[in-house]
Protein backbone atom coordinates (compact mmCIF):
# COMPACT_ATOMS: atom_id res chain seq x y z
CA UNK A 1 0.00 0.00 0.00
CA UNK A 2 2.57 2.15 -0.90
CA UNK A 3 1.45 6.07 -0.42
CA UNK A 4 4.99 6.93 -2.88
CA UNK A 5 6.55 6.43 -5.68
CA UNK A 6 10.03 7.18 -6.74
CA UNK A 7 12.28 5.82 -9.47
CA UNK A 8 14.13 3.91 -8.17
CA UNK A 9 17.88 5.43 -9.12
CA UNK A 10 19.13 8.08 -10.70
CA UNK A 11 22.50 9.35 -11.57
CA UNK A 12 23.69 13.20 -11.56
CA UNK A 13 26.95 14.85 -12.85
CA UNK A 14 28.67 16.59 -10.22
CA UNK A 15 27.88 20.42 -9.94
CA UNK A 16 24.75 19.50 -11.87
CA UNK A 17 20.90 20.47 -10.64
CA UNK A 18 19.89 16.98 -8.92
CA UNK A 19 16.15 16.63 -9.77
CA UNK A 20 14.26 13.95 -7.83
CA UNK A 21 10.71 13.15 -8.68
CA UNK A 22 8.12 11.70 -6.51
CA UNK A 23 4.67 10.91 -7.02
CA UNK A 24 2.01 10.84 -4.24
CA UNK A 25 -1.33 10.91 -6.24
CA UNK A 26 -3.42 9.52 -3.32
CA UNK A 27 -2.09 12.38 -0.96
CA UNK A 28 -4.71 13.90 1.39
CA UNK A 29 -5.22 17.64 2.36
CA UNK A 30 -3.85 17.46 5.73
CA UNK A 31 -0.78 15.39 4.26
CA UNK A 32 2.47 16.91 4.34
CA UNK A 33 5.57 16.03 1.80
CA UNK A 34 8.94 15.17 3.69
CA UNK A 35 12.10 14.15 2.06
CA UNK A 36 14.87 12.29 4.46
CA UNK A 37 18.25 11.22 2.85
CA UNK A 38 20.26 8.26 3.90
CA UNK A 39 24.03 8.00 3.32
CA UNK A 40 25.78 4.62 3.11
CA UNK A 41 25.62 3.31 6.69
CA UNK A 42 24.45 5.92 8.33
CA UNK A 43 21.29 7.18 9.99
CA UNK A 44 18.67 9.02 8.02
CA UNK A 45 18.90 12.82 7.71
CA UNK A 46 15.90 15.23 7.73
CA UNK A 47 15.99 17.37 4.59
CA UNK A 48 12.91 19.43 4.00
CA UNK A 49 9.04 19.26 3.67
CA UNK A 50 5.88 21.11 2.15
CA UNK A 51 2.37 21.30 2.57
CA UNK A 52 1.60 23.53 -0.86
CA UNK A 53 3.92 25.99 -1.71
CA UNK A 54 6.98 25.90 -2.74
CA UNK A 55 10.11 25.54 -0.09
CA UNK A 56 13.72 26.15 -0.46
CA UNK A 57 16.17 25.74 2.72
CA UNK A 58 19.79 25.71 2.62
CA UNK A 59 20.03 22.42 1.59
CA UNK A 60 17.37 21.33 -1.30
CA UNK A 61 14.53 23.01 -3.11
CA UNK A 62 10.67 21.62 -2.79
CA UNK A 63 8.32 21.89 -5.65
CA UNK A 64 4.60 21.11 -5.00
CA UNK A 65 2.69 20.64 -7.78
CA UNK A 66 -0.49 22.49 -7.80
CA UNK A 67 -2.82 19.44 -7.57
CA UNK A 68 -0.50 18.26 -5.02
CA UNK A 69 -0.13 14.81 -6.58
CA UNK A 70 3.18 14.78 -7.38
CA UNK A 71 6.81 17.05 -6.03
CA UNK A 72 10.01 17.55 -7.22
CA UNK A 73 13.37 17.42 -4.92
CA UNK A 74 16.12 19.88 -6.11
CA UNK A 75 19.56 20.07 -4.98
CA UNK A 76 20.64 22.70 -7.09
CA UNK A 77 24.55 21.74 -7.40
CA UNK A 78 25.06 18.11 -6.66
CA UNK A 79 28.30 17.42 -5.26
CA UNK A 80 29.70 13.45 -4.45
CA UNK A 81 28.68 13.82 -0.55
CA UNK A 82 24.75 14.01 -2.24
CA UNK A 83 25.29 10.33 -3.11
CA UNK A 84 22.62 8.78 -1.00
CA UNK A 85 19.14 7.23 -1.10
CA UNK A 86 16.48 9.60 -1.36
CA UNK A 87 13.19 9.07 0.31
CA UNK A 88 9.68 10.82 -0.22
CA UNK A 89 7.16 10.40 2.30
CA UNK A 90 4.01 11.64 2.88
CA UNK A 91 2.70 12.12 6.71
CA UNK A 92 0.06 13.99 8.28
CA UNK A 93 0.56 17.11 10.47
CA UNK A 94 -2.44 15.98 13.37
CA UNK A 95 -1.16 16.58 16.31
CA UNK A 96 1.65 14.24 18.41
CA UNK A 97 4.50 12.43 17.30
CA UNK A 98 3.57 10.92 13.92
CA UNK A 99 5.81 7.31 12.90
CA UNK A 100 8.06 8.33 9.23
CA UNK A 101 7.48 4.96 7.47
CA UNK A 102 10.26 4.58 4.78
CA UNK A 103 9.69 3.18 1.09
CA UNK A 104 12.35 2.02 -1.14
CA UNK A 105 13.36 5.72 -1.98
CA UNK A 106 15.91 7.07 -5.15
CA UNK A 107 19.20 5.69 -4.89
CA UNK A 108 20.73 8.99 -6.27
CA UNK A 109 24.73 8.63 -7.67
CA UNK A 110 26.28 11.38 -8.08
CA UNK A 111 29.15 11.30 -11.41
CA UNK A 112 32.16 13.09 -11.21
CA UNK B 1 20.01 21.43 14.97
CA UNK B 2 18.83 18.80 17.03
CA UNK B 3 21.48 15.69 17.41
CA UNK B 4 20.68 12.23 18.60
CA UNK B 5 23.62 10.07 19.76
CA UNK B 6 23.55 6.37 19.51
CA UNK B 7 26.02 3.69 20.48
CA UNK B 8 27.69 1.64 19.95
CA UNK B 9 28.10 2.25 16.50
CA UNK B 10 29.54 -1.47 15.73
CA UNK B 11 29.04 -4.82 17.70
CA UNK B 12 30.09 -8.38 16.94
CA UNK B 13 28.18 -10.63 19.52
CA UNK B 14 28.37 -14.19 19.88
CA UNK B 15 25.05 -16.35 19.66
CA UNK B 16 23.18 -16.31 22.60
CA UNK B 17 24.39 -13.66 24.23
CA UNK B 18 22.21 -9.91 24.41
CA UNK B 19 23.00 -6.49 23.16
CA UNK B 20 22.40 -3.12 24.48
CA UNK B 21 21.85 -0.25 22.33
CA UNK B 22 21.60 3.18 23.38
CA UNK B 23 19.47 6.09 21.88
CA UNK B 24 19.96 9.74 23.34
CA UNK B 25 18.71 12.73 22.65
CA UNK B 26 21.56 15.73 23.46
CA UNK B 27 19.70 18.98 23.38
CA UNK B 28 16.55 18.25 23.60
CA UNK B 29 14.18 16.32 25.37
CA UNK B 30 12.62 13.45 23.95
CA UNK B 31 8.97 11.73 25.06
CA UNK B 32 9.06 9.48 22.31
CA UNK B 33 11.67 7.20 20.12
CA UNK B 34 11.25 5.26 17.21
CA UNK B 35 13.73 1.80 17.02
CA UNK B 36 14.46 1.07 13.21
CA UNK B 37 15.73 -2.23 11.64
CA UNK B 38 17.71 -1.90 8.13
CA UNK B 39 18.66 -5.30 6.57
CA UNK B 40 21.30 -5.15 3.73
CA UNK B 41 19.99 -3.56 0.20
CA UNK B 42 16.03 -2.61 2.17
CA UNK B 43 14.54 0.42 3.34
CA UNK B 44 13.61 1.05 7.08
CA UNK B 45 11.92 -0.94 8.79
CA UNK B 46 9.98 0.56 12.30
CA UNK B 47 10.24 -1.77 14.95
CA UNK B 48 8.68 -0.39 18.09
CA UNK B 49 7.83 3.19 19.19
CA UNK B 50 9.42 4.06 22.34
CA UNK B 51 7.57 5.95 25.40
CA UNK B 52 9.04 7.46 28.17
CA UNK B 53 7.45 6.42 31.49
CA UNK B 54 5.26 3.54 29.79
CA UNK B 55 5.66 1.04 27.77
CA UNK B 56 7.48 0.51 23.92
CA UNK B 57 4.49 -0.24 21.19
CA UNK B 58 5.60 -2.86 18.80
CA UNK B 59 4.56 -3.01 15.04
CA UNK B 60 3.30 -6.38 14.01
CA UNK B 61 5.37 -8.93 14.16
CA UNK B 62 7.78 -7.60 16.23
CA UNK B 63 8.95 -9.80 19.40
CA UNK B 64 8.39 -7.68 22.48
CA UNK B 65 10.07 -10.44 24.05
CA UNK B 66 12.96 -10.32 21.97
CA UNK B 67 13.27 -6.43 21.90
CA UNK B 68 13.06 -5.54 24.90
CA UNK B 69 13.04 -1.26 25.10
CA UNK B 70 13.53 1.02 28.16
CA UNK B 71 12.35 4.25 27.84
CA UNK B 72 13.14 5.51 31.44
CA UNK B 73 14.58 9.05 30.66
CA UNK B 74 13.60 12.27 28.70
CA UNK B 75 16.64 11.93 26.82
CA UNK B 76 17.02 8.31 27.13
CA UNK B 77 15.74 5.11 25.09
CA UNK B 78 17.52 1.62 24.94
CA UNK B 79 17.09 -1.37 23.09
CA UNK B 80 18.19 -4.54 23.94
CA UNK B 81 18.35 -7.75 21.18
CA UNK B 82 17.93 -10.74 23.74
CA UNK B 83 19.89 -14.02 23.16
CA UNK B 84 20.51 -12.79 19.78
CA UNK B 85 21.33 -14.85 16.50
CA UNK B 86 22.71 -14.34 13.45
CA UNK B 87 19.46 -13.22 11.25
CA UNK B 88 19.23 -10.84 14.02
CA UNK B 89 22.44 -9.22 12.34
CA UNK B 90 21.32 -5.83 10.89
CA UNK B 91 21.62 -1.92 11.37
CA UNK B 92 19.53 -0.23 13.82
CA UNK B 93 18.39 2.62 13.62
CA UNK B 94 16.56 4.87 16.75
CA UNK B 95 14.80 8.55 15.86
CA UNK B 96 13.54 11.32 17.90
CA UNK B 97 11.03 13.59 16.34
CA UNK B 98 11.44 16.75 17.20
CA UNK B 99 8.77 18.38 15.34
CA UNK B 100 5.72 16.49 14.99
CA UNK B 101 6.51 14.30 11.66
CA UNK B 102 10.06 15.96 11.33
CA UNK B 103 12.50 13.50 13.15
CA UNK B 104 16.42 13.12 13.88
CA UNK B 105 18.11 10.06 13.78
CA UNK B 106 21.11 8.69 15.54
CA UNK B 107 24.37 7.36 13.47
CA UNK B 108 22.99 3.32 13.27
CA UNK B 109 24.30 0.43 15.17
CA UNK B 110 25.27 -2.34 12.95
CA UNK B 111 25.13 -5.59 14.92
CA UNK B 112 26.91 -8.90 13.81
CA UNK B 113 25.87 -12.22 15.38
CA UNK B 114 28.58 -14.61 14.96
Known amino acids: DAKTTQPPSMDCAEGRAANLPCNHS???????VYWYRQIHSQGPQYIIH???NNETNEMASLIITEDRKSSTLILPHATLRDTAVYYC?????????????FGIGTKLQVIP | GAVVSQHPSRVICKSGTSVKIECRSL??????MFWYRQFPKQSLMLMAT?????????EQGVEKDKFLINHASLTLSTLTVTSAHPEDSSFYIC??????????FGQGTRLTVV
Open chain 1, 89 to 101: IVSPLSGGYQKVT
Open chain 2, 27 to 32: DFQATT
Open chain 2, 50 to 58: SNEGSKATY
Open chain 2, 95 to 104: SAPVRSTEAF
Open chain 1, 26 to 32: TISGNEY
Open chain 1, 50 to 52: GLK
